[in-house]
């Protein structure tokens, strides 16, 4: 994959003199990817997670060699249905592993959390390490 320049920098704030260089070429992969063996790209569906700016369209980037944790955002699977999600553990539980109550919360008030209940099945498929989304006109955080 051919790596792409970067241009210098821009001020969000009031305007600069421009500067006449360039940085070394960009490398996404490098930039977002950790793990590169357990790593995977998947495009969202949904608007669940517009709270925490996951649009419909946008393409995630998936860590499956990172342990899950409260408040990470994750790809989950509950009873076979596909899901991103925040996790939220009960008091005390830091990890999934460590028990109590599991919770995949959406970001978005529309969509109910899903609270795991005995028999369901969970299975994780990696923790989101980034998001990568255009530009959408009107969409505001």
Do not use: W
């Not at 001020?11 to 930039?31: K, T």
């Not at 109590?100 to 978005?108: H, P, Q, R, S, T």
Request: hydrophobic residues 40%; charged residues 25%.
């Amino acid at each position: 994959m051919k790596k792409t320049q970067i241009a210098g920098s821009v001020v969000a704030g009031f305007p600069s003199p421009a500067e006449q260089y360039l940085e070394p070429p960009l490398d996404l992969n490098e930039l977002l990817v950790k793990h590169p063996a357990a790593t995977y790209f998947v495009r969202v569906q949904g608007d669940s997670m517009i709270g925490r700016g996951i649009y419909d369209g946008d393409i995630l980037v998936v860590d499956r060699s990172l342990d899950p944790c409260d408040g990470d955002v994750v790809i989950a699977a509950v009873d076979g249905e596909f899901t991103v999600k925040t996790l939220s553990l009960s008091k005390g539980a830091r990890r999934i592993e460590n028990g109590g109550e599991i919770k995949l919360v959406a970001a978005n008030p529309k969509y109910h959390d899903i609270i795991l209940k005995s028999g369901q099945e969970l299975n994780y498929f990696g923790k989101v390490t980034a998001c990568i989304h255009r530009f959408r006109k009107g969409i505001q955080v």
